[in-house]
């Protein structure tokens, strides 16, 4: 470091005695944080999950190393969204053990947030309130961070009111971003959006993973969705994995991934 | 918003260039759209008007007796005959001294039963059903037993508006919180908010409008219980300065004191207006400009 710095001086000394400064001169960029966080690893151990007499979720085995994008396809009624609340510690399972890192989850998980499929916004809040809902340490300037990354950074001082369906779902994106979260749960965000807007937080969703690499689990009942997103898709049906299958498809991806994404789908829609 | 900001930046330099008629078109209707905005907030104030000049005229020709209703004039008299010897400001403000003193008395108390009963269960198993009963007495039924309690003096007449507003704002005050989304009570749980936080950022925000609806509907019970209160014992107000008018026969001075209690009523629902105004900016019904709406 201090051999790049020293050259640097150089340059600068140089570029001062020949000509303008204005022109060449700047002060040090102040210390950014870390772009990437930590990604949490999460595993489930012969997790149960009844409803009175009625079991969502049967011994269920799975493994998400951390830093995974991982896609949870089902019908409606298939233990998806069940999955989602034991994970975030909304809900305790029947009998198994859900760890997010090393932390048996118990109560709700401060390193676990959860995107639900409505944005859930505080309409009396601004969006700036809103993202920083918690507000934690120095929230002001992580907000600001936040909703730049979900290309927001010019509406904080709006209302959700004024908001369009996939602003707001972005909005959400972003107070769900604001405390770097290890894992971050995705409920069907995407449902309710036009298919162009869905596209768009796609393309979105990705880069903000890419770039943070925490891991993801994705909800969905859209197979398209998941082999345009995944790393790994689970089909979950009656309360059991019925396929859990890779998807090593270079990103980023189109709908024209060609015969082996086709083939994925096809495989995917058949267990589901 | 910036597309169409840009293509209307677009289209101006063109309407800018054509001749000046266009721009006389456009001051006439300015003109119009102010005369028009003019007629409009006049228009309110027609009804009143008219019956008042027609009041006057029937005073004026004898059809009207002054002691059923006085002229407009011999009231406008009245009103600045009591402003001169002080007694109106006297008494409007004493009446008003009451009824703030017991709006925040009795809306301090129902806004507080309504918060502790909204948010926790046990205390609506043990407070509620008892609430709805004495709710259910007309609390002007009681003022024999308040005139044993407290004599004629300032407690009574402050006691009975803080019964009459407590409820409204008890009631509205519980159902507000009870209402409260459920999904962003979830999400804040989620989201790590304490008990507090939660309170302050989700439940009371929530619950506000409803709350607000309370404050208004106490206000209208607050007069109308200040009223009575005044009108059987006072020797200050503008109950005790109607009744002893009445024992005078000045009808004049009575109706002043009917426009008094008018005038105050009105204002304060005034008040209650520009405090939803404030408090509900957020609410899409109270966000005048239409713009941002993406």
């Known amino acids: 470091m201090t051999e790049i710095f020293a050259a640097s001086d150089a340059d600068i000394a140089a570029e001062v005695r020949a000509a303008d400064i204005r022109a060449t001169f700047r002060p040090p960029a102040p210390a950014q944080p870390p772009r990437r966080w930590k990604g949490e690893a999460l595993r489930l151990s012969a997790v149960t999950k009844s409803f009175g007499a009625r079991p969502v979720l049967r011994r269920l085995d799975l493994d998400v190393p951390a830093g995974q994008f991982l896609v949870v396809v089902g019908r409606s009624g298939g233990g998806k969204t069940t999955l989602m609340r034991l994970i975030c510690g909304l809900d305790t399972p029947t009998s198994g053990d859900v760890f997010v890192g090393e932390a048996r989850v118990a109560g709700l998980m ?15 809040q601004r969006v700036l309130g809103n993202v920083g809902i918690a507000r934690g340490p120095s929230w002001r300037e992580e907000v600001y961070a936040a909703l730049k990354d979900v290309g927001l950074a010019d509406r904080g001082r709006d209302w959700p009111s004024v908001l369009s369906g996939g602003q707001r779902q972005r909005v959400a994106l972003a107070r769900a971003l604001v405390s770097r979260p290890g894992v971050l749960l995705l409920d069907e965000p995407f449902g309710a959006l036009d298919a162009l807007t869905r596209a768009e937080m796609h393309r979105l969703t990705e880069r903000i993973w890419t770039e943070h690499g925490f891991t993801v689990v994705l909800i969905t009942h859209d197979v398209a969705e998941a082999v345009a997103l995944a790393d790994r898709v689970v089909v979950l049906r009656q309360g059991e994995i019925a396929l859990d299958v890779a998807v090593d498809l270079p990103r980023p991806r189109t709908e024209a991934d060609g015969a082996e994404a086709t083939d994925l789908r096809r495989r995917i829609l058949a267990a589901v | 918003m910036s597309p169409p900001a840009r293509s209307e930046a677009a289209v101006l330099p063109a309407s800018a260039a054509v001749p000046s008629a266009a721009a006389d078109t456009i001051e006439i209707r300015q003109t119009g759209a102010r005369a028009a905005a003019v007629g409009r907030a006049l228009l309110p104030w027609a009804l009143p008007l008219g019956v008042l000049a027609i009041w006057q005229a029937a005073a004026s020709l004898g059809l009207l007796s002054s002691r059923v209703l006085p002229a407009p004039s011999d009231v406008a008299l009245a009103f600045w005959q009591t402003l001169n010897d002080g007694t109106l400001v006297t008494n409007i403000s004493v009446s008003t001294g009451r009824a703030l003193t017991g709006l925040a008395i009795g809306g301090g108390i129902g806004f507080a039963l309504g918060v502790v009963n909204g948010v926790w269960r046990p205390a609506e198993t043990a407070f509620d059903s008892t609430l709805q009963m004495l709710r259910n007495v007309p609390h002007l039924a009681i003022i024999p037993l308040v005139i044993l309690w407290f004599g004629i003096g300032e407690e009574a007449k402050i006691f009975l508006v803080a019964v009459g507003v407590a409820f409204p704002i008890y009631l509205n005050t519980f159902h507000g919180i009870r209402t409260v989304d459920r999904g962003l009570v979830e999400m804040a749980r989620v989201y790590g908010l304490s008990n507090a936080a939660l309170f302050w950022r989700i439940v009371l925000p929530g619950a506000l409008p409803s ?11 607050m007069w109308l219980t200040l009223i009575v209160a005044e009108t059987i014992s006072s020797t200050e107000g503008i109950g005790y300065m109607t009744m002893n008018a009445r024992e005078f026969l000045q009808t004049d001075v009575v109706v002043l004191g009917v426009l008094a209690y008018a005038l105050l009523g009105k204002l304060a629902d005034s008040l209650t207006r520009a405090i939803e105004q ?5 609410h899409p019904a109270y966000q005048s400009e239409a713009g941002g709406v993406a």
Do not use: M
């Open chain 1, 110 to 124: 401060p390193q676990v947030r959860l995107l639900f499929q409505d944005p859930r916004l505080a309409p009396w």
């Open chain 2, 211 to 221: 709350v607000l609806v309370g404050l208004r509907y106490a206000l209208g019970i």
């Open chain 2, 278 to 282: 404030r408090a509900l900016a957020w």
